[in-house]
């Protein structure tokens, strides 16, 4: 069937009835009135803000070849809960605009659904409204809702603090290379990789955690590249950065090792491409003296210490040994 | 010049700039970072909850030809508000995603920011982030943000209530039909109902009025036509709708006069075409005996009072002395 068979009403029915909400919180739903309702009485005495982002998808531009549709859906959620993340905020609340062609059949807008509200749910966010249109393409909005006690800005990195990055880098983009035939990987290497890709795992508890450090003094998600993220950082800051290149984790050892890529192409992949969702943010270098936030940002955030921020008139660059080496400042633009 | 001239970074700075907010409030606006941060110790102590709506306006779909792009920017942000004000909440911040064309002059995107600003300015609401993406017609999508202390839910009119409605109904459907070459109408009649349309006003203050009163005990916005808006509140309260059609305001008094419509017609207008973005909401009827609350509705809300909620069972109807007629269940849908 067609959505266009369903009409208006029956397409909302449908959707809203996936999306299970806690009651006490969320005390006027999607499709329920004019607005969604949040009681805000029960937060607001622990939380001084209110984090907001939206963060479009669209099949012409973003969607990778071989996406599913749940995957499309769990995308369009966990590219905003990624923003979230990178103020260091708890996700509460999420709505949804939904431009589908009318010929989509109902099979497919389920499978939609279905990730939209797993992606959602997992992070423990409320999906509370939503629209839909009828459009030439598949186009999706979201717009997620977070509180934070102490959100962590772009701008507050100061010189000497330690720059890190959370998980491994470059997935992404290595996944857009193995589909478009440029690269050939094993069997195991593909799947994990456009997993990577398909379905990314937006660092939610990892921002909770650096932002209740008390040390982290900048954030950004690098979802266009780790060279585009540090400069945003230093350009907000008005601070240099200093790379070790030897410490940036690019990859895992094991695709690392099976794939045998240049320097050349590791850089390409984890600094000049866009797709991962890792957070890059900085630390106050007294981290270092305290073992127990340290190994706690190790393991339960997978933190890789890259670099150290400089005076802004030193630039963005590599530092191998005595050699410095300029940073290009480009990634993944739109337009 | 074309936007794709501009590049992304460059297309967000000439946007955000045309964005003034309170920055005592918005402590991170537009462009400024992951997410757009909202300092809420201000207001914590004065509402309980917090509205949340979202809604697309696309090219192929929703824009009636000789739109200007200031209007079509207004219209995206007073078609959110209008759901602000169903709910009787005070919007305060509003996000806005945007679909553009990459061939689309920058002229043209200047005036659909400023149609956008001048919106959100009037109603008190800032413009704290939003996305851009290359897409292969128009598409907006705004998300809008309130505070409510008691919000007005579609659910809630009892048996006894009066039904009222703001201002005057017809207007964007007439201009539609004119459009459409289906009627004519004089010069200055063509304007005002084609400015209703290109340029629709939503009724925050008059929403604002009506939840203070205490006696509102639902609300909807009547964007769908009133015949469907009528419908949801009775399915949403589970009672019936007694109609007056002789109380419900269809046009202004002049136009009626002027375009000599039949009543067919002017149904046809007011109950079931869309574009109209008046208040329709029910009060107790203990109003009656309070000549202060009541004269302050009339003149603050322009409100008319068209019926009466009656049992369940009885349905929706039109009643004329003795005589009832049912109410069609119908308006605008997108699908």
Redesign the interface.
């Known amino acids: 069937m067609k ?2 068979e ?4 029956g ?1 909302i029915e449908r959707i809203v009835e996936k999306f299970r909400v806690d009651r006490e919180m969320v ?2 739903g999607a499709g ?10 029960k937060v ?1 005495n622990r ?10 998808l ?1 099949e ?3 969607f990778p070849h071989g996406i599913s549709p749940f995957q499309i859906g769990w995308s369009i959620v966990a590219v905003n809960l ?3 993340a ?2 260091g ?1 708890y996700p509460f ?1 999420f ?3 939904m ?1 589908i062609p ?1 010929q989509t059949e109902t099979s497919f807008l389920d499978e939609l659904v279905a990730g939209i509200e797993e992606c959602a749910a997992t992070y423990n966010t409320a999906v ?10 598949l ?1 999706l ?1 979201g ?1 997620c ?2 509180f ?1 006690d102490r ?1 962590v ?3 507050g990195a100061k010189v000497g603090d330690l720059i890190c990055v959370t998980g491994s880098l470059g997935n992404a983009a290595l996944a857009l290379k193995l589909l478009r035939g440029e690269l050939k990987a094993p069997g195991d290497v593909d799947v994990a990789v456009k997993k990577a890709l398909f379905q990314p795992v937006p660092r939610i508890n990892e921002g909770i955690t650096i932002a209740n450090s008390g040390l982290a003094t900048s ?3 690098i979802s266009d590249g780790l060279a585009l993220s540090l400069a945003e950082i230093a350009k ?1 800051s008005s601070v240099g950065v200093e790379l070790y290149e030897d410490k940036v984790p690019v990859l895992s050892d094991e695709i690392r090792r099976d794939l045998r890529l240049s320097k050349r192409e590791l850089r390409e992949l984890a600094y000049y491409s866009g797709g991962d969702y890792e957070l890059l943010f900085t630390i106050d270098a007294s981290a270092l003296e305290n073992e127990q936030v340290m190994s706690k940002l190790i393991k339960d955030v997978r933190m890789s210490v890259i670099g150290k921020i400089v005076p802004q008139e030193e630039g963005i660059y590599f530092k191998t040994g005595e050699e410095k080496e300029k940073v290009e400042i480009r990634g993944y ?3």
Chains 1, 2 share one sequence.
């Open positions: 959505i266009e369903l009409g208006e009403i397409l005390t006027v329920d009135d004019d607005c969604a309702v949040i009681d805000i009485e607001r939380f001084k803000h209110l984090v907001i982002t939206t963060d479009t669209q012409s531009t973003h990624s923003d979230v990178a103020m905020a609340a709505t949804i605009a431009g009318a509370v409204g939503g629209d839909i249109t009828m459009s030439k393409e186009i909005t717009t809702f977070g934070a959100p800005r772009r701008a954030m950004i998600d907000r633009q739109h337009f």
